[in-house]
């Protein structure tokens, strides 16, 4: 697969199997996501790979309940630490929220390559999910993705069309 054919083959998974990811596979999907860029450099980032039944079933509720999330051999959580990245970006906010988004699609395009399935969660309960995985202050939850074998191939929801969302030269 190009990097294109991955892009597209790239789709929200909700549904998984139990098949545990091989720690060869599992390590360069890591690794894809560490060498993503962050603002300076700063990489004040952690990624949190949960197996544990018990811990994945906590992180359910902490998900807003989607069930889903524990299906998979793992859950990931990228945390952030909010003090400590580049605290000047676009001059109007800090980029913890955008080095942690890069980082995360690095590991679900990597996934996706290697025939794991992902779905970014955004829905859950950010203290809940501190509390239950013990992320300690001043780091933020950015995202969490389960990530294991896909038991489905993921719907095609569509996309606006280029002309829609390009402009070329000016607004
Ligand atoms: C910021 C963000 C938050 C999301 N949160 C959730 C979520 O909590 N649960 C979920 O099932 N999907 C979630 N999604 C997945 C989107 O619904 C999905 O990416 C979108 O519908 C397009 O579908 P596709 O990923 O299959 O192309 C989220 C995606 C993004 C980018």
Known sequence: MD?????????????????????????????????????????????IVTRDPELKEKLIK???????????????????????????????????????????DHLILAATYEGLGTCWIGAFIEEQVKEILNIPDPYRVVAMTPLGYPAQEGKDRGRKPLEEIVSYEKW
Not at 15 to 21: A, L, S, T
Not at 77 to 87: L, R
Request: net charge positive.
């Open 3 to 47: 990097i294109y054919e991955v892009i597209k083959k790239r789709r929200s998974i909700r549904k998984y199997e139990p098949r545990k990811i091989e720690d060869d596979k599992l390590e360069r999907v890591l690794n894809a996501a560490r060498l993503a860029p962050s603002g300076k450099n700063v990489q004040a980032w952690r990624l």
């Open 62 to 104: 902490a998900c807003k309940g989607q069930k889903f999330v524990a299906e998979a051999d793992c859950i990931v959580t990228v945390a952030v630490d909010e003090t400590s990245v580049y605290q000047g970006h676009g001059n109007y906010m800090t980029s913890f929220a955008v080095d942690g988004a890069i980082m995360l």
